[in-house]
């Protein structure tokens, strides 16, 4: 995916559209972890569409829910899983976006020019 060590880095260009290439991939990956959320929320507690996106976008921006009161038992169990996936979440979309700039760092560090 990224350039051995032996080749010159990317042009600035080209690691902009890396950029993008991997800020798309960590977008839809939130896009589907709210979307999750969300169906649960609206499953397990039969909060309204607008209640289920709050307390899941509470959740993956490490907030915490909104409502935690008067829960369900299943709503209880989902809401705590669903708190775990979010955290991995976090960690996942942390490391796609840094990658390229990391290895861009580290490639400059030990590219040799001839």
Same mark, same amino acid.
């Given at each position: 995916?990224?350039?051995?060590? &032996? @080749?010159?880095?990317?042009?600035?260009?080209?690691?902009?559209?890396?950029?993008?290439?991997?800020?798309?991939?960590?977008?839809?990956? %939130?896009? %589907? $972890?709210?979307?999750?959320?969300? %169906?649960?929320?609206? &499953?397990?507690?039969?909060?309204?569409?607008?209640?289920?996106?709050?307390? $899941?976008?509470?959740?993956?921006?490490?907030?915490?829910?909104?409502? @935690?009161?008067?829960?369900?038992?299943?709503?209880?169990?989902?809401?705590?899983?669903?708190?775990?996936?979010?955290?991995?979440?976090?960690?996942?979309?942390?490391?796609? %976006?840094?990658?390229?700039?990391?290895?861009?760092?580290?490639?400059?560090?030990?590219?040799?020019?001839?």
């Amino acid at each position: 995916m990224y350039e051995p060590h &032996h @080749t010159p880095p990317i042009s600035l260009g080209r690691f902009a559209l890396r950029m993008l290439a991997h800020a798309g991939a960590a977008l839809t990956l %939130i896009g %589907i $972890s709210l979307l999750a959320g969300m %169906i649960g929320y609206a &499953h397990y507690e039969h909060m309204s569409w607008l209640d289920a996106f709050l307390n $899941s976008a509470m959740l993956l921006g490490g907030m915490g829910p909104v409502k @935690t009161e008067d829960l369900s038992e299943p709503g209880k169990l989902f809401a705590g899983m669903y708190a775990l996936y979010a955290g991995l979440v976090f960690i996942v979309v942390m490391g796609i %976006i840094l990658a390229p700039v990391i290895h861009r760092i580290l490639h400059r560090f030990h590219w040799a020019e001839k």
